[in-house]
């Protein structure tokens, strides 16, 4: 019912820029909250960026001032424009989304996840 494909992962060089997408399809539904999630090897996933339904944003520390986070919501589409990206950002990074289901209940959802590797 609820679909959520992220693309735009890729090996880039320290210093390089990456775009990354997540298409969400939901048969009708609205979107509420959605976000990026990263998970490094031996890590846990952790919140990089996350933005509401009326465009308000927050990101975590370690991304401020180099990653921007936006959405189209007549596209169900959100993005992450990653700039001036560093070895440490390498990860999988993954869309998660809030979607209403009926009045007063939503459920959340995942995608499959997209590989982002910078090298030094």
């Known amino acids: 019912q609820v679909q959520l494909v992220e693309s735009g992962g890729d090996s880039v060089q320290a210093g390089g820029s990456l775009r990354l997408s997540c298409a969400a399809s939901t048969s009708g539904l609205s979107i509420n909250t959605m976000a990026w999630y990263r998970q490094a090897p031996g890590n846990e996933r952790e919140l990089v960026a996350v933005?509401?339904?009326?465009?308000?944003?927050n990101y975590a520390d370690s991304v401020k001032d180099r990653f921007t986070v936006s959405r189209d919501n007549a596209k169900n589409t959100m993005y992450l424009q990653m700039n001036s990206l560093l070895p440490e950002d390498t990860a999988v990074y993954y869309c998660y989304a809030v979607v209403n289901i009926r009045s007063g209940y939503s459920s959340t959802y995942w995608g499959q996840g997209t590989q982002v590797t910078v090298s030094s």
């Open positions: 933005i509401t339904s009326d465009g308000m944003t």
